[in-house]
């Protein structure tokens, strides 16, 4: 499945594009996440790899990822899922 969490904007004079705020593209695999983020137009070279792999949305990518099918989850249970799946191996 395919994740969203909530637009944020995170500095008032964010640069272009992140104006409007930003948010985060997660999956259950990492075939599912780089396979969807090609469809909605991302770069392969977006992806973050770190703790939580994602790639970062514009709130145009967003919307556009929502009308694709991806299901909205906050960020804290995102966070608290990937670490529990971590744990458990």
């Known amino acids: 499945m395919i994740y969203i969490d909530e637009l944020r904007r995170w500095v008032p004079n964010a640069p272009w594009p992140f104006r409007d705020g930003s948010a985060h593209l997660t999956a259950d695999s990492l075939d599912q996440l780089?396979?969807?983020?090609?469809?909605?137009?991302?770069?392969?070279?977006?992806?973050?790899?770190?703790?939580?792999?994602?790639?970062?949305?514009?709130?145009?990518?967003?919307?556009?990822?929502?009308?694709?099918?991806?299901?909205?989850?906050?960020?804290k249970e995102q966070a608290r899922k990937r670490i529990a799946a971590r744990a458990t191996g």
Do not use: E, M, N
Not at 46 to 75: E, M, N
């Open 34 to 75: 780089h396979t969807f983020a090609a469809i909605i137009g991302l770069k392969r070279s977006w992806f973050q790899d770190g703790r939580i792999p994602h790639y970062d949305l514009t709130s145009k990518k967003h919307a556009l990822a929502v009308r694709c099918g991806a299901v909205f989850v906050p960020a």
